[in-house]
């Protein structure tokens, strides 16, 4: 199991692993809302979070339709799958996540309070922000993987994975946002919706596999 | 060890390929499956290997080794796709599979001098050759311990020198009390294989 999420990192870092796309994505869109919604600095750092999770939302869901298409392509899904007796399928499904997450999605926390300053944030906003995007992105990923594994044998099923998995991560969304708007605005609860964002994260690590691992089977011809 | 197929029916997108196959092979024997494009060996092969349901029938491993529980668990199988990363290199890509399917008795660089690629673990698998690719695709056989391989088309790609090893490397596998079967066109240069034609009427 370590020996597969070191071969995903590595995929992901060496060239036309597309960790960078989702990054500069991230980027993309963040940089443009001060363009887009004008030179107010209250109202940039009143939507601050909001933007940060959206592009982090957005940015996440780029890559994942590759999840398990680049090992359906090149004969290895048959071999994973051949494998569920001695790693038990859901545990590799996770895995692979956990790899696509430290690749693809790391960064992009990591980069959020840098991007926070271009949205005129507070240090415990910024804070705040980064922390929910850690707890709640894998959340993301995990529901995507159910997704890419239901679009795998579709050729461009890329736009199918975020419309599949897009209302899923509807909560995901409103908890994150909320969690990040309490540990600032003062009547706001943040520990109520950040514990709810931690479940959503723990629920979706047991139901994702499960249910990406049934998808996968019943997908191979 | 018997691998033991009865009454065996399989299907293709809604089409019945071929129903009512029995076969039997045991331990140091081949099944070599031939037949025309599209009688349903690839087919086959995919329903041995568990990446396909039979649509009747039966399939079993009788006696097979304590390590290996399901025939899916005991088989390696060598499909069209070769399962290796292009951006990776030969080493990193058997490594993989290696820690991933469990050691054998051969290491990574014995198994590239199996097939003749001694020098090139370090090169990334997307700069070899089509025939070069295939032999690294069948050092992963010999990386990790099967009893049970199934082969769809082995020696496509492969030069005369490379077909004549990989009979060699199978006739090996079936000393040591293995299995193979073999979807194939070409003959494999083993003597004494059983025969399993599919689609004689289509």
Redesign the interface.
């Given at each position: 199991m370590?020996?597969?999420f070191?071969?995903d990192v590595?995929?992901g870092l060496?060239?036309?692993?597309g960790a960078l796309v989702g990054i500069l994505f991230f980027l993309a869109v963040i940089a443009v809302v001060p363009f887009g919604v004008g030179p107010d600095l209250k109202l940039l750092s009143r939507i601050g979070a909001a933007m940060l999770w959206i592009g982090a939302l957005l940015a996440t869901l780029l890559g994942l339709d590759r999840l398990f298409q680049a090992d359906r392509?090149?004969?290895?899904l048959?071999?994973l799958?051949?494998?569920?007796?001695?790693?038990m399928l859901p545990l590799t499904i996770l895995v692979k996540c956990l790899a696509h997450w430290t690749v693809s999605v790391l960064p992009l926390v990591i980069a959020s309070p840098l991007l926070g300053l271009f949205m005129n944030m507070e240090p415990a906003a910024i804070g705040a922000t980064a922390l929910t995007l850690l707890v709640g992105t894998p959340a993301i990923t995990l529901i995507g993987a159910v997704g890419a594994a239901v679009a795998v044998s579709l050729p461009r099923g890329g736009l199918l994975v975020s419309v599949i998995i897009l209302p899923l991560t509807i909560p995901v969304l409103i908890f994150g946002v909320s969690a990040s708007y309490g540990a600032v605005e003062d009547p706001a609860p943040f520990l109520a919706p950040f514990l709810i964002l931690a479940a959503i994260t723990l629920f979706f690590a047991v139901l994702g596999p499960i249910a990406a691992a049934a998808a996968l089977k019943s997908s191979?011809? | 060890m018997r691998l033991i197929a009865e009454n065996l029916g399989g299907e293709r997108g809604g089409e019945l390929l071929f129903s009512g196959l029995h076969f039997a092979v045991s331990s140091g024997e081949a099944l070599i499956v031939t037949g025309p494009n599209g009688s349903g060996k690839s087919t086959l092969l995919r329903i041995i290997a568990g990446l396909l349901s039979q649509v009747e029938g039966m399939l079993r491993l009788e006696g097979a080794p304590a390590a290996f529980e399901g025939l899916a668990a005991a088989a390696h199988y060598l499909g069209h796709l070769n399962a290796m990363k292009s951006v990776l290199s030969v080493d990193e890509n058997l490594h993989f599979w290696q820690s991933f399917h469990g050691r054998g008795q051969c290491s990574i660089e014995e198994a590239l001098e199996c097939v003749s690629l001694g020098e090139i673990g370090h090169l990334p698998f997307g700069y070899l050759s089509t025939g070069q690719k295939r032999r690294v695709s069948i050092a992963r056989l010999l990386v990790s311990d099967r009893p049970v391989w199934l082969l769809d088309e082995p020696t496509a790609g492969l030069d005369k020198a490379s077909e004549t090893q990989f009979a060699g490397l199978m006739r090996g596998h079936l000393t040591g009390g293995g299995i193979i079967v073999a979807a194939t066109h070409l003959p494999l240069g083993l003597e004494g294989s059983k025969e399993l034609a599919l689609g004689g009427a289509a």
């Open positions: 370590g020996a597969l070191l071969r590595r995929l060496r060239a036309g692993g392509d090149d004969g290895s048959d071999l799958i051949m494998a569920s007796d001695r790693h191979a011809d | -």
